[in-house]
């Protein structure tokens, strides 16, 4: 590796720490300490796959099973991608395993975790629903879609607050599943040319 591609490298991993300790330390609030380590879990967002699955199913009969199935591909990649391509190959230790960023560390969450950081498959594994929905029901529910991603986003920002991730693993994990829920909502479109969510 270049002296110069090593001091790029560097740099970011310091503006990522510098802005994890903002986000982590400086930008808080009493509420968000409450609704951040909640917001994160995905158990508690069950109820609101269930919904969808039971309204596609009843709404669209067959047909919604193929969609899902084309949701579930979508998450399930970004899941693969960002643990064996990414946290294996990287292996960035998380905030809240990292010595240098103990001080002052606010850790929301029962335990930090054993897996890497980079990327954050909460973020990638979201976001790559939230664009299939996007790219997929766009003519069903149109701008509303944008909901989604900002949900997705959210949930990718609660991750650095409650001291798991790095800004940088949140973004790339996002970018990430947007990319893989672009190309699967794509996919779908592409082979089923008539949505099953018609406008």
């Known amino acids: 590796m270049s002296a110069h591609v090593s001091s790029l490298l560097n740099r970011w991993v310091e503006l990522d720490q ?3 300790r903002q986000i982590n330390q400086q930008w808080t609030a009493p509420w968000l300490d409450q609704l951040a380590p909640w917001f994160r879990e995905s158990v508690h967002w069950i109820p609101l796959y ?3 699955i039971a309204f596609a199913i009843w709404r669209f009969r067959k ?3 193929i969609w899902i199935l084309f949701a579930v591909a979508a998450v399930s990649l970004s ?3 960002g643990n064996y391509g ?3 190959v990287f292996e960035r230790l998380r905030p809240c395993q990292d010595p240098e960023l103990q001080a002052g560390l606010r850790l929301l969450v029962d335990r930090c975790g054993t897996g890497f950081s980079f990327v954050s498959n909460h973020a990638a594994n979201h976001m790559s629903l939230a664009v299939f929905l996007l790219v997929t029901l766009r003519g069903f529910w149109g ?3 944008w909901v989604a991603v900002g949900w997705a986003m959210s949930i990718a920002y609660a991750q650095i607050y409650v001291g798991l991730h790095y800004p940088g693993d949140a973004l790339a994990g996002a970018a990430l599943g947007a990319c ?3 190309l699967v909502g794509w996919s779908y479109n592409r082979q089923f040319k008539n949505s099953i969510f018609p406008k």
């Open 79 to 81: 899941d693969l991608i």
């Open 63 to 65: 047909q919604s099973w």
């Open 143 to 145: 701008n509303w879609g």
């Open 18 to 20: 510098g802005l994890f």
């Open 86 to 88: 990414f946290k294996h």
């Open 180 to 182: 893989l829920g672009g």
């Open 50 to 52: 269930v919904a969808m």
